[in-house]
């Protein structure tokens, strides 16, 4: 019986990556890198503002509520709501977030400077204040920390509305609030968070 011999060449084809191939590779993972990076870096940019994002739409549904409410309560005509040059109660332009004086609604003349909530503590600069829990995490004990709301500002502006034959209803007015913040050390536009209704004369 005769056994045959087979003979592998020297030059036999080895298995594996080439240069070119690697080098693909490589640009590939680096490109997924770095869009996981912008990725991580835009969720924290939007963790950092939550809290500020949150106390804005807070402040501005808090604006539009009392302007309902007094409105609603017959507290103030309906003339008096709109801005001052327009013969109305509220101030014109950025304002700073100081608390309702005695005729209970924010964004008029009559606003007084604030004091921290369930201490009595002016808040600095008298614009309002917050207490937030402090190292501990707990709230009410003595290393709470007062956070100022004086990067934001709150506007508060009128505008008619008009009939389908394009007259003025005298009996409804557009409000808009908007409450925006910037960040210390921040370029640019602010933040803002705007909230839009209508008044009516009837109540």
Do not use: W
């Not at 003979?7 to 693909?24: N, P, S």
């Not at 490589?26 to 770095?34: A, F």
């Not at 004990?141 to 506007?155: E, H």
């Amino acid at each position: 019986m005769m056994q045959k011999k087979q003979f592998v060449g020297r030059h036999a084809k080895e298995g594996g990556f080439t240069l070119i191939e690697l080098l693909a590779a490589v640009v590939v993972m680096t490109i997924g890198l770095l869009a996981l990076m912008a990725t991580f870096a835009t969720t924290i940019r939007a963790t950092e503002s939550a809290q500020e994002n949150l106390i804005a739409r807070h402040k501005a549904l808090d604006a539009m509520e009392s302007i309902y409410t007094a409105r609603n309560s017959q507290q103030e005509p309906f003339a008096a709501i709109n801005n001052l040059a327009a013969g109305g109660i509220f101030k014109a332009g950025a304002q700073p977030l100081l608390c309702a004086g005695p005729d209970g609604i924010v964004g008029t003349a009559d606003d007084v400077p604030c004091t921290a909530p369930d201490t009595g503590v002016a808040c600095p600069g008298g614009v309002e204040c917050l207490v937030l829990p402090g190292p501990d995490g707990i709230l009410g004990t003595p290393d709470d920390v007062t956070y100022s709301l004086s990067n934001f500002t709150r506007t508060i502006t009128f505008a008619p509305t008009f009939l389908p034959s394009g007259a003025v209803n005298t009996n409804l007015i557009a409000v808009s609030v908007t409450v925006s913040y910037t960040k210390p050390g921040q370029q640019g536009t602010p933040y803002a968070y705007t909230v839009n209704g209508l008044v009516s004369s009837y109540h």
